[in-house]
């Protein structure tokens, strides 16, 4: 059945944690390109290749308003000129949107469901967006269609080096006007708990980025689904806010494929256990060894004999009881 899931997220430079010795000191926006797409991509910056094995991704495209220049349509120039258009360590890169595509639509019209939706709600303000719809099995077997939508954080300028403005805009972050009136509502409605200023409160928070977004790809969805002539339907809303009483699943991500790694992980661990303590047993004869190498030597040839003799006990055929057959 079709299932409601939007997510957004910014691609930061900023790695959130101590870099590693050898390991990368900073993320790349054009790593996050080449995994979404499945291509390999040259990040100039960092001199350095980036490419994934993903099998799952089964559509990609670049749309951009249509002054775009030319080598926006190029994935690793797009990503690049990004990369320098930013100066900042912790520079925020672009933002990603993360939708599930309804399997009950054919994959031809999941692209065109995501390329409508982009180009009406990013593009046409002035974003340009690298799409990347993966196909990986779900947990029960059948597909599981989604898109990954990066988006720019600046307007594209010809008059510049790097072919984006010098600002980004923060409009697509949230709205000013927005964003100050939400928090008017929020601290009018601590300081009052009245059922009148949470309605008012939820009624400016509907205006919020995030949740037009959200709202608008379960409309698009859903006249998708209709148009295919499917019943299927998802909404944006909580479910207490549909009527629905249970408690909502939490999102698995990669903790879903824990499960199968179990037994793998299991069998590694428990050959390494016998490693380290294999080695641990060999340090210790030669430390005996080295003492005492007779001695050492006459031990282990009896250890020998214990082994085989313990050995030779499940080997002997067992006794079987003479049965009198006249009686």
Known sequence: MAIY???LKVVSRALGRAPKPGGATRHSVVA???YRSGERLYDDLQGKWFQFNKPDVVHTEIVAPHHAPAWVYDRQSLWNMVERAEKRVDAQLAREIEITLPRELPRDEQIDLVRRFVREQFVREGMVADIGIHEPHASDGKEQPHAHVLLTMRYLDASTLTGFSATKEREWNERQHIAEAV?????RFNDT???VDREAL???E???NVN???KAWADYANRALEAAGSTARIDHRTLEKQGIFRTAEPYLGIARHIEKAYVYLKD???NWVAVKKRTALYQEVEAYRLRDPVKVADFLLRLSDMAEDFAAQFRKPSAIPEVDLER
Not at 183 to 187: D, F, G, L, P, T
């Open 193 to 195: 708990g009245l059922d």
């Open 212 to 214: 037009v977004w959200r």
């Open 5 to 7: 899931h939007l997510r």
């Open 32 to 34: 996050a390109a080449a």
């Open 206 to 208: 509907a205006q919020r």
């Open 268 to 270: 590694r661990v428990t």
């Open 202 to 204: 939820e009624a400016l």
């Open 183 to 187: 928090n008017e509502a929020r601290k």
